[in-house]
């Protein structure tokens, strides 16, 4: 094993960079190790700076390999363009699909994106499919993945006005998990829900512990961008 690397020593710094270039780049195409293109792919994104390589790499890892992550950021790049792929939503949609449906690391993400650009329907041959949106929110919330749960309440709540028969039990159930990982709106529409008794039977002391449970959140989340902006 090598010894340890001088950080303040430019050129060895450098040389310890190519080197970790090549292994993974062997670990990726003669070894043919999914986990090493996906380190490839992040050290051509993170280190070289250089998005035309890493998409190439993520999409071999991704089209060869089914490498969940792979597919996750390969579904961001045709979002945006990035490293000169095409911009494009439903390429997009697509690899999305694939991360979802495979275990990985992004996978939830991946789930979320395609609620994302179902209910938003640009990705959609028809426009909105808010079957496939409530699904794969599904999923992602699933998953423990907060913003899916609301976004699947609020599914729940619209109802009609978006071509769907409203659940207000299904819509509560979702508000209070969407609360339980921490979203502040979550929370807000639980309590309004209690409070009406959209749902469930009016409880105003429960209500009143989601109202209270919302304002905390909402404190925290000022205090981290207060603490961000220093």
């Not at 000169?84 to 991946?110: H, M, N, Q, W």
């Not at 426009?127 to 899916?148: E, I, M, N, Q």
């Not at 109802?159 to 998990?177: C, F, I, V």
């Not at 829900?193 to 925290?220: C, F, P, S, W």
Request: aromatic residues 8%; glycine residues 10%; negative net charge.
């Amino acid at each position: 094993m090598a010894g340890l690397i001088n950080f303040e020593d430019e050129n060895e710094v450098k040389q310890f960079l190519d080197n970790l270039g090549l292994e993974y780049s062997f670990q990726c195409y003669k070894e043919k190790d999914p986990e090493g293109c996906q380190r490839l792919a992040d050290y051509l994104e993170g280190v070289k700076r250089n998005y035309e390589s890493a998409a190439q790499v993520l999409k071999h890892n991704c089209e060869t390999n089914g490498h969940a992550e792979s597919c996750y950021k390969l579904g961001a790049y045709h979002v945006t363009g990035k490293g000169g792929v095409p911009e494009c939503l439903k390429t997009a949609y697509s690899c999305f699909i694939r991360s979802c449906d495979t275990e990985g690391k992004k996978s939830v993400d991946a789930c979320h994106n395609v609620g994302l650009l179902a209910h938003d329907g640009r990705a959609m041959e028809g426009g909105p499919d808010l079957t496939v949106a409530r699904k794969y929110y599904a999923k992602a919330c699933d998953g423990g993945f907060a913003p899916s749960c609301f976004n699947l309440s609020a599914l729940f709540i619209e109802g009609k006005s978006k071509g769907l028969e409203p659940d207000m039990t299904l819509a509560l159930k979702y508000a209070n998990r969407a609360c339980e990982l921490g979203h502040v709106w979550g929370c807000a529409n639980a309590s309004r829900m209690y409070r009406l008794g959209d749902g469930t039977e009016k409880d105003e002391k429960k209500a009143e512990e989601l109202k209270n449970r919302a304002k905390e959140l909402h404190g925290l989340e000022k205090e981290r961008q207060l603490k961000f902006g220093e």
